[in-house]
């Protein structure tokens, strides 16, 4: 699916040069210094973070639309998450200058940019408090239906979005890929999604927004 046309979209298509990435290149690291940003036109980018004992949390994956690397508008033009080519992606790159100056004479292109940011951050902060006060059978049912949305793929019986490694999945809901794997395996007896390799198909997309839906009650 081609990204919405946007203004920062505009300005990458009219001043950025196009990048084609394999999957799996690593985009960013966190903390790097870097001067570039990046307009996804086409693909999926992971948003992760890794600790230094090796273990991983996945913040979010990006659709075509989505700017990545605003860390370069700071002064200190540093990056605060890892990204990674999650599907082989076209994306526009700017540097951090040109679209500074474009933003100093453009007071609308200020306020998308404001939203964008405005928006991430509370998708950011939704996503904290899920992991720490919903139980793992919803958040996973939250984060497949997720999955629909970034593809764009309509959430109803017989669609098929592709969700990744359960390894993957499992670093998206903070748990470890046992316990995802056996949720998954109950939602299939259940007879609400059908998994085959990385990718899900839903046989009843009702019951899988209920199960999305349930209480905020912590595991036990």
Same mark, same amino acid.
């Given at each position: 699916?081609?990204?919405?046309?946007?203004?920062?979209?505009?300005?990458?298509?009219?001043?950025?040069?196009?990048v084609?990435?394999?999957?799996?290149?690593? &985009?960013?690291? $966190?903390?790097?210094l870097?001067?570039?940003l990046?307009?996804? @036109?086409? =693909?999926?980018? +992971?948003?992760?973070? !890794?600790?230094?004992?090796?273990?991983?949390?996945?913040?979010?994956?990006?659709?075509?639309?989505?700017?990545?690397?605003?860390?370069?508008?700071?002064?200190?033009?540093?990056h605060?998450?890892n990204?990674?080519?999650?599907?082989?992606?076209v994306?526009?790159?700017?540097?951090?200058?040109?679209?500074?100056?474009?933003?100093?004479?453009?007071?609308?292109?200020c306020?998308?940019l404001?939203?964008w940011?405005?928006?991430?951050?509370?998708?950011?902060?939704?996503?904290?408090?899920?992991?720490?006060?919903?139980r &793992?059978?919803? $958040?996973?049912?939250?984060?497949?239906?997720?999955?629909?949305? @970034?593809? =764009?793929?309509? +959430?109803?019986?017989? !669609?098929?979005?592709s969700?990744?490694?359960?390894?993957?999945?499992?670093?998206?809901?903070?748990?470890?890929r046992?316990?995802?794997?056996k949720e998954?395996?109950?939602?299939?007896?259940?007879?609400?999604?059908?998994i085959?390799?990385?990718?899900v198909?839903?046989?009843?997309?009702?019951?899988?927004?209920?199960?999305?839906?349930?209480?905020?009650t912590?595991?036990?």
């Amino acid at each position: 699916m081609p990204a919405p046309q946007t203004r920062l979209g505009g300005v990458f298509t009219e001043k950025g040069n196009l990048v084609r990435l394999p999957k799996g290149r690593l &985009l960013q690291s $966190r903390g790097e210094l870097s001067e570039r940003l990046y307009y996804l @036109v086409k =693909g999926h980018v +992971l948003l992760h973070l !890794s600790s230094l004992v090796g273990k991983e949390l996945t913040l979010d994956v990006f659709g075509p639309g989505e700017l990545i690397g605003i860390g370069a508008l700071s002064t200190e033009s540093a990056h605060y998450l890892n990204a990674t080519t999650l599907s082989e992606c076209v994306l526009r790159c700017l540097s951090a200058q040109t679209l500074k100056s474009e933003l100093m004479h453009n007071a609308e292109l200020c306020l998308e940019l404001f939203n964008w940011t405005n928006n991430r951050l509370a998708k950011y902060a939704s996503h904290v408090e899920e992991l720490g006060l919903c139980r &793992l059978a919803p $958040r996973i049912a939250r984060h497949i239906i997720n999955h629909f949305r @970034v593809q =764009g793929v309509p +959430l109803k019986n017989g !669609s098929e979005a592709s969700i990744g490694s359960q390894k993957l999945l499992a670093n998206m809901v903070a748990s470890t890929r046992e316990s995802v794997n056996k949720e998954l395996r109950r939602l299939q007896e259940r007879k609400v999604i059908e998994i085959s390799r990385q990718s899900v198909r839903l046989l009843d997309a009702s019951k899988l927004k209920q199960q999305a839906e349930t209480d905020s009650t912590t595991d036990s």
